[in-house]
């Protein structure tokens, strides 16, 4: 069998990069834990971008996706707690846009519960972002009537949304994985989870499958795919024929073919 794939190490940002994005010059923003949002020419040299907004550095950049425009959005947590954030439960997450035409840094909206994952609607009306800890994605209109608002695009999902991807064929791909329902209700069982963190260093199994859920739109729940050998899935990318799915906990990519493996009604 040929393979015609080739690893190398191309760039080293001297951080950590968590979230890459594209734009149709084949430039590659990339959005770094330590660095903060940097660029990367085709021809492989490294930029940095910025940093900070309203004089506040951004700590941890979660996800990334850059307009047609050329615009830049990205969301922001609390980068050394950022596990502990998360089960404190506080709307400390933010969205921001970054314009490489007038390096301008501006941020969009604050409060959010654990900003995640960000896309662009399919005719980049609005950008869509995960809340994580609310199992929730909201939108922010860029353009029309609602411009500059935001609404709810899908919530009471059955478990926590990481990243969520558009597959220009009708369908955003959102990862699912264990739900944070108990959590949310229950305060003190988030202190629970804690201590056993910080002192017992294990992280409890909270699901025993993974979940990626096809969302139409509108952001209605259509279908989705379940795997229980599949657990704390992270991202949930269609290309071509197949869904390829990235887990915390898994050194490999699940890679499903949606051909041989129908789409399984969406439940809420």
């Not at 190490?9 to 890459?20: A, S």
């Not at 990205?74 to 502990?84: A, D, Y």
């Not at 629970?192 to 409890?204: E, G, Q, S, V, W």
Request: charged content about 20%.
């Amino acid at each position: 069998m040929l393979n015609y794939s080739v690893v190398e190490n191309w760039v080293h940002t001297g951080g950590r990069p968590i979230g890459i994005a594209i734009d149709d010059f084949g430039d590659v923003f990339v959005a770094d834990a330590f660095k903060g949002l940097l660029n990367v020419s085709v021809g492989g040299e490294l930029e940095f971008l910025t940093d900070e907004a309203e004089g506040m550095k951004f700590g941890l950049i979660n996800g990334i996706v850059v307009a047609k425009n050329g615009m830049v959005y990205f969301t922001k947590n609390r980068l050394h707690q950022w596990f502990h954030d998360f089960l404190e439960g506080r709307p400390h997450g933010r969205l921001l846009s970054y314009d490489p035409s007038t390096k301008q840094t501006n941020m969009i909206f604050r409060d959010h519960y654990f900003a995640n994952g960000v896309e662009l609607s399919s005719n980049q009306d609005f950008v869509i972002f995960c809340e994580t800890f609310m199992r929730k994605c909201s939108r922010y209109y860029l353009q029309g009537e609602k411009k500059g608002s935001i609404d709810v695009f899908v919530d009471n999902l059955p478990g926590v949304p990481n990243n969520i991807r558009y597959d220009g064929d009708g369908h955003y791909w959102l990862d699912n994985s264990f739900s944070l329902k108990f959590i949310q209700i229950y305060p003190f069982i988030r202190k629970i989870l804690a201590f056993t963190i910080k002192y017992l260093h294990k992280m409890p199994d909270f699901m025993n499958y993974g979940r990626g859920i096809a969302l139409d739109l509108e952001g209605k729940p259509i279908g989705g795919y379940y795997d229980n050998t599949w657990i704390y899935t992270t991202s949930g990318v269609k290309i071509g024929k197949h869904l390829n799915m990235g887990s915390i906990t898994r050194s490999y990519i699940l890679r499903l073919n949606l051909i041989q493996n129908p789409l399984a009604t969406a439940t809420s």
